[in-house]
DNA sequence: CGGTACAGACCGAGCGGTCGGTCGGCACAG
DNA sequence: CTGTGCCGACCGACCGCTCGGTCTGTACCG
């Protein structure tokens, strides 16, 4: 479905998932005990370890499946932009940009709690993450190459419209004073001249 | 002294604040048990305690301090780029730059461990990083109203620049490919684009 | 000069409490 | 009567922090 990218969907997580989401949220994974998880499932501990074997399996079931959403989406709105490199560009941006307003909880867990990974999971999560930026890395370099794109230094342009686009989780709020489409007007804006595109 | 604000102090932490900077940007806070900080401190629990009374108290120590290093460097930065918005946009930006490589762990602790601040800890480091954010936002204004600066959302790109800035605590090295001089130029080159500024 | 008084730096042991995780069992659906 | 979903009670380990005390110096008194 055309579009389809821009949307995500609304379906609940599971009862164990939303509840480790909002307590690693407000405290953080090392900061949240899994009494308080189970708290806020309410289930008992013994009843939340019926669901999920240990406390660091929810922190990557909340983190591997918004990642490969974002993927998916990403990759389905990079199919949808054709050859334009401008397109391209504009496509990735706005779906980092929804995914990170849309999922922002999600996507700040995952970005501020690398550390608490256990080396596995944190392999898994920095290989899916590493595979967004390249697809950006080259959509820009394909952009300089073609003239599109004025920046001296696509790379780290490349890395900056990233980071921009992940801080938006930081500080976006669903009843703040932008909206989902203000927003993605104003950083699509920015992050094309970032890179050095010609439109403001 | 002329560009003074461009070098940061060599002078190492205290012992025990070192040790807990060492632990918190390798575990983070609530990661970090205090046994683990005095064994880094080649201290004994209790001798460590003699030198700082909580753990909270080694967080607010890091954070603090450089939080105010920052501000008084960035406000020399700007004392001294005189009336000129470029020249005050490009010298608070470097200042920003070598700021978060020169103290990159203390940096990335302070902008990743708001959440283990206790309430009045928290509130007066937000004030001193909001005070930092107010200072470019109105630099980029004043370049908007001068008519140097060409985008249509100063106070987004504000934060944007400011966002890149920040972000190059989490991946810059020391002994890394790109040396401070060569991050400066290419994310003064890339900030100034992202403001919309004539010169690349 | 020797002796006393004191202070800062530090530690072994251990406090009450919480941690992540487990065990055995109960209720109920198919 | 078996499997699923769940829980009260509990485990050993570890948490942040404190107690009572020991050192090493240093300053001042006589």
């Known amino acids: 479905m055309s579009g389809s990218w821009r949307s995500f969907g609304d379906e609940p997580l599971p009862v164990p998932l939303a509840a480790a989401l909002s307590a690693f949220s407000e405290q953080g994974y090392h900061g949240t005990s899994i009494r308080r998880i189970a708290e806020k499932a ?4 013994p009843g939340l370890y019926h669901h999920y074997p240990s406390k660091q399996a929810l922190l990557e079931g909340l ?19 054709g050859p334009s490199a401008q397109r391209r560009f504009d496509h990735v941006v706005e779906c980092l940009l929804r995914f ?13 709690e690398i550390r608490s990974m256990k080396p596995e999971v944190r392999d898994a999560y920095i290989a899916l993450r590493d595979q967004q ?6 959509i ?3 952009g300089v190459a073609e003239g599109v794109f004025a920046t001296a230094y696509p790379q780290d342009a490349s890395r ?4 921009m686009c992940v801080a938006v989780a930081t500080w976006f709020r669903p009843d703040g004073d932008l909206g989902p489409d203000q927003v993605v007007q104003r950083y699509l804006s920015l992050a094309r001249a970032t890179v050095g595109a010609e439109s403001g």
Do not use: K, P
């Open 140 to 142: 820009v370099e394909q």
């Open 63 to 81: 983190v591997m499946t918004v990642m490969q959403e974002l993927l998916d989406h990403s990759g389905q709105a990079l199919e949808e932009a």
């Open 160 to 163: 900056a419209v990233t980071t």
């Open 42 to 45: 309410h289930l008992s501990v």
């Open 133 to 138: 930026q390249r697809m950006l890395d080259r």
């Open 100 to 112: 990170h307003m849309h999922r922002r909880r999600q996507a700040f867990i995952a970005s501020t």
